[in-house]
Nanobody
Framework: QVQVVESGGGLVQPGGPLRLSCAAS????????MSWYRQAPGKERELVAD????????NYADSVKGRFTISRDNDKNTVYLQMNSLKPEDTAVYYC????????????WGKGTLVTVSS
């Protein structure tokens, strides 16, 4: 019943912008902390950014600070990742994560969307 679906990935040139979206359904969205992770070829999965249920608290990996912005629209059950000044090393599959704030261990994952930064 619960679904977490990413969209917006694709091919983009270095320096360009890209906006990812993650739509959740089958859950009470405002009670979930939302996060973006990524996994590059041959690398471990890493946390990129996360945002609290009401959107008042955000965190970013050092590698993306100042370039990426996470936001959410609880009326649309959607979280976004605005990526600017993209670099080839940002190439990865980006995954959306929903973590229930009232029960440790209740976590849902999307299937991922591929972002390729290349000329």
């Amino acid at each position: 019943q619960v679904q977490v679906v990413e969209s917006g990935g694709g091919l983009v040139q270095p320096g360009g912008p890209l906006r990812l979206s993650c739509a959740a359904s089958g859950l009470t969205f405002r009670w979930y902390r939302m996060s973006w992770y990524r996994q590059a070829p041959g690398k471990e999965r890493e946390l990129v950014a996360d945002i609290s249920g009401a959107g008042g608290d955000t965190n970013y990996a050092d590698s993306v600070k100042g370039r990426f912005t996470i936001s959410r629209d609880n009326d649309k059950n959607t979280v976004y990742l605005q990526m600017n000044s993209l670099k080839p090393e940002d190439t990865a599959v980006y995954y959306c994560n929903a973590a229930y704030m009232l029960s440790r261990g209740t976590v849902y994952w999307g299937k991922g969307t591929l972002v390729t930064v290349s000329s």
